[in-house]
């Protein structure tokens, strides 16, 4: 039975409605926890904070700026900061007050000592910095003033800057200035170190890739300017770099590392040169391994699949030919090649001592798979393997991340995935919503969607000071529930603060435990029934279609006959596979029907490829018995080895053979093969001869031809043994006729010679 709906389901739902759809790889802009108020004629942001929590001394420092959205000039502009009389208390009030209007009051304005900056004049869209700086005890003192105690009463307090000035419209009517332009945030107070809240940051590091036809990456300028130090991708491992020796938890798509390392070689394109010598390996039988199944083919980094002549282990002399073939690379290419070679240099670093999680290889759409393709999900584990080049540390399999998991897909995973949901997908439980859950007999951790989403506004939720606000709010009401739950952050894609070293230090607090989501894991887990689970439609109308998988399959089932038909290379079909898993990745859910267009173009490009075998028979065959030979020509008319077999598809009565099972074509040669046929039954035969790859699938050229077996009966086998006897009869009389003629002839002349003369 479901339990009754509070508000904070609906809340969360709000939370993570626009956090749920964003699969692109630029910066995540998480769902606005309230809107910037449109009425507002100054706009007014918290950039630096500090300290993070209630201090028992000293002072708390906001700075930020101050914006004139007006269209006449603004002056005189004072700036307060201000704070709540009473605090917030549990997830539900949290989640209540960031979705509060902009212009509903939440604190007072603290006077006494101000106003605390002071900005003479602002014209339209004009901006400057301001510094507002208030000692605690004021603090405590307002609050006390306004009924509450700022000192025993521990919870999350709002907190902000009021700017308060004149405009040219009313400079001269003598009135008090009024409220302006505000900007709000979350203060925690926590007492002592005892009972420390757990809190996970997951940080997630995936994006889009796009391939051109060739095989290569597809914008190699858009690669070199996320890769930058501050790009989308660079900032991400900079926000790693600030964390120092602080763990957190990476959630990595293997295929992003991959296609980094196809950049920083020079981002070649899909290569058909030969990539092992036949006779120096102990198993020629491994050309024939399935290339998506990385148990049957060798094991290989990244970088030693590439097609790059310096790591093949082709023979010397092959090596320097694809050399001669291989284009050199475009001005864009190889800014990317730099751009990820430094990006590489400084991920190996920014993951040292943190746990990292391997997705799916490609970043599966698991929720779509599960319900069109579950052994995609099985091969895109497998292929992520246990390693994440180019770190040297292990790592453990990861899935999720995103908002929303359906149940199909948690059934589907494997027993060791960490799974990473979010508390939207039980917004039902309300407060009672566990960090670890068990669901379907798997364990899941559910991050928080608040947390992910920021500030109240109406200045930037997203900006670094508003999200660890809200990081350490969320914190602070778990500390003070029972049971205490731990806080699990998945941190918006592309998400980097603009201060990421102030961003960490505000988290470091003695009551909150910074930890990774496997130390959470291996916390209680609260049963949850499958009827809590919500996967609302829109997702699953966003989800990748049957379709989509097909197109990947396509893609991958050519690339695997491509590999199967080279003679010399054993990894052109798990380039195609990679290729095939990264178009079925979230990213994709923005514009499918592109990436399948993708798909088909690079499938076409393999089948050229494949079409270069031909197989020409001759254009009739007659058997005067019951069976007879005849012969087909094999053309190769690529730059490379292929090995091939020749199959007859024919009627059952019809049986085609050849005493060579595997026919091996030098590149650009052609070759005769000897075929038998053999049938049993008078007429004529169609037949078609097929070039196959080893595997035994299609390719190249078919060849039509008929065959007519003329079989010839005994009785006329009868009468040409009669008239060959006659014939030899004939023959034989008239030799002995010749040799009695040829004995008599010498007799003649000599009676002629004994005669007596004439008288």
Same mark, same amino acid.
């Not at 479901?2 to 939370?15: E, G, W």
């Not at 609050?143 to 521990?154: C, F, I, R």
């Not at 602080?246 to 798509?253: E, G, H, K, Q």
């Given at each position: %039975? ?366 779509? *798979? ?5 052994? *995609? ?31 199909? *897909?948690?059934? %589907? ?11 939207? %997908? ?78 960490? *230090? ?254």
């Amino acid at each position: %039975m479901l339990r009754p709906l509070s508000l904070l389901p609906a809340l969360m739902v709000v939370a993570a409605t626009t956090w749920a759809g964003l699969v692109g790889p630029a910066p995540a802009q998480a769902a606005q926890a309230a809107p910037a108020d449109p009425d507002a004629p100054l706009s007014v942001s918290i950039e630096r904070m500090s300290p993070a929590t209630v201090p028992e001394r000293g002072r708390v420092t906001i700075q930020g700026r101050v914006t004139n959205d007006d269209d006449v000039a603004w002056s005189t502009i004072n700036l307060y900061p201000f704070i709540s009389a009473q605090p917030l208390t549990t997830r539900t009030e949290i989640a209540e007050a960031a979705l509060t209007e902009p212009s509903a009051p939440v604190g007072d304005r603290v006077t006494t000592g101000g106003p605390y900056d002071t900005i003479d004049e602002l014209q339209p869209g004009e901006s400057l910095g301001y510094t507002v700086s208030v000692r605690a005890r004021d603090l405590r003192a307002h609050v006390a003033a306004q009924g509450g105690d700022l000192t025993g009463a521990a919870g999350v307090y709002w907190f902000g800057v009021h700017a308060l000035g004149r405009s040219a419209d009313d400079a001269g009517d003598g009135g008090a200035p009024t409220a302006d332009g505000r900007a709000r945030t979350f203060l925690p107070l926590m007492g002592g170190s005892k009972r420390q809240v757990k809190t996970a940051l997951v940080v997630p590091l995936r994006s889009a890739i796009p391939y051109d036809a060739d095989g290569s990456l597809a914008d190699p300028a858009s690669w070199t300017e996320s890769l930058a130090p501050d790009g989308d991708l660079g900032s991400v491992v900079g926000l790693g770099e600030a964390a120092g020796s602080r763990p957190l938890t990476w959630l990595v798509d293997p295929a992003l590392t991959d296609a980094t390392a196809r950049l920083a070689a020079g981002n070649p394109g899909r290569s058909l040169g030969a990539t092992v010598d036949p006779e120096a390996t102990e198993d020629p039988d491994r050309l024939l391994a399935d290339p998506e199944d990385p148990e049957a083919t060798p094991s290989a980094a990244p970088e030693t699949a590439l097609p790059s002549p310096a790591t093949s282990t082709a023979p010397e002399e092959t090596q320097d030919e694809d050399a001669d073939e291989t284009e050199a690379p475009s001005p864009a290419e190889t800014e990317a090649a730099a751009a990820a070679t430094g990006w590489r240099e400084r991920l190996a670093t920014a993951l040292d001592r943190s746990q990292v999680l391997a997705l799916p290889y490609g970043d599966l759409d698991v929720s779509a *798979a599960a319900e069109h393709d579950p052994t *995609a999900y099985t091969r895109a584990r497998q292929r992520s393997g246990d390693t994440l080049p180019p770190t040297e540390g292990s790592t453990a399999p990861g899935l999720g991340g995103r908002a929303f998991l359906s149940l199909d *897909a948690i059934e %589907m995973a494997e027993d060791d995935e960490r799974l990473i949901g979010t508390d939207v %997908m039980v917004a039902g439980l309300g407060d009672a919503t566990p960090t670890v859950a068990t669901i379907a007999g798997h364990r899941l951790v559910l991050a928080s969607t608040g947390a992910a989403s920021g500030g109240p506004g109406p200045d930037d939720p997203q900006a670094g000071v508003a999200v660890r606000q809200r990081i350490l709010a969320e914190a602070a009401v778990r500390r003070l529930s029972r049971p205490r739950e731990p806080l699990v952050v998945v941190l918006p894609g592309g998400w980097v603060p603009a201060d990421p070293d102030g961003f960490f *230090a505000g988290l470091d607090q003695t009551w909150l435990d910074l930890t990774t989501v496997d130390d959470i894991r291996d916390d209680r887990s609260t049963p949850v029934d499958t009827a809590e689970l919500v996967y609302p439609r829109v997702q699953q109308r966003r989800a990748l279609d049957a379709a989509d998988f097909a197109s990947a399959t396509s893609l991958a089932q050519a690339g695997t006959t491509l590999q199967y038909l080279l003679t010399r290379n054993d990894t052109v079909g798990r380039e195609v596979a990679d290729q095939a898993f990264a178009s079925l990745g979230y990213a994709n859910r923005v514009d499918p029907g592109a990436t399948r267009a993708s798909n088909a173009r690079s499938r076409a490009v393999i089948q050229e490829s494949l079409d270069g075998v031909r197989i020409e028979g001759p254009p009739k065959v007659t058997l005067s018995s019951n069976s007879g030979r005849f012969s087909a020509t094999l053309e190769n008319t690529l730059d490379q080895p292929v090995t091939v077999k020749v199959r007859a598809v024919a009627d059952e009565v019809v049986t085609i053979s050849m005493a060579e099972e595997d026919v091996t074509l030098p590149p650009r040669s052609r070759r005769s093969v000897l075929l038998t046929a053999s049938t049993g039954q008078q007429g004529v035969h169609n037949i078609t001869l097929q070039v196959t790859d080893l595997a035994g699938t299609a390719v190249g050229s078919s060849d039509r031809l008929p065959i007519r077996a003329a079989q010839v009966s005994d009785v006329i086998w009868l009468i040409i043994g009669t008239g060959g006897a006659l014939l030899l009869g004939a023959i034989g009389v008239r030799l002995v006729r010749r040799f009695r003629a040829a004995r008599r002839t010498p007799a003649e002349p000599v009676a002629a010679e004994q005669a007596p003369a004439p008288a």
